[in-house]
């Protein structure tokens, strides 16, 4: 495999992450308002929503993007700014790996 189709993305899925981007908006919006105690809440639903369904979808991968940001910039203690912050980045790779692949994640 060359070094050039390493670098190849899929467009479509550029499209679609975009588009899921601006649909979760409102969501972002909701996030940055909530005290520490709600994004607390939002992060157990979160989690347990994931459990439920099995995997994570685009959907979720953006809303919990935004998600673990707001707690990670409110975290008081170094492990929940850890905690929060590896998850936050392992949701960007997530993203980054669908973007390689082409393939979408269900929504």
Same mark, same amino acid.
């Given at each position: 495999m060359?070094?050039?189709?390493?670098?190849v993305?899929?467009?479509?899925?550029?499209?679609?992450?975009?588009?899921?981007e601006?649909?979760?908006e409102?969501?972002?919006?909701m996030?940055?308002?909530?005290s520490k105690?709600e994004l *607390?809440? /939002?992060?157990?639903?979160?989690? &347990?929503?994931? $459990?439920?369904? %099995?995997?994570?979808?685009?959907?979720?991968?953006?809303?919990?993007?935004?998600l673990f940001k707001? *707690?990670? /910039?409110?975290a008081?203690?170094? &492990?929940?700014? $850890?905690l929060t %912050?590896?998850y936050?980045?392992?949701?960007?790779?997530?993203?980054?790996?669908l973007l390689?692949?082409?393939?979408?994640?269900?929504?």
């Amino acid at each position: 495999m060359g070094a050039n189709e390493n670098n190849v993305i899929s467009l479509g899925m550029v499209r679609k992450i975009k588009n899921t981007e601006v649909e979760e908006e409102a969501y972002r919006v909701m996030i940055i308002s909530m005290s520490k105690t709600e994004l *607390l809440d /939002e992060m157990v639903r979160f989690q &347990e929503e994931r $459990t439920k369904i %099995g995997k994570l979808t685009l959907s979720m991968m953006v809303r919990g993007k935004h998600l673990f940001k707001a *707690l990670e /910039e409110q975290a008081e203690t170094l &492990e929940l700014k $850890t905690l929060t %912050g590896a998850y936050r980045r392992h949701l960007e790779y997530e993203i980054a790996e669908l973007l390689k692949r082409g393939s979408p994640a269900p929504t």
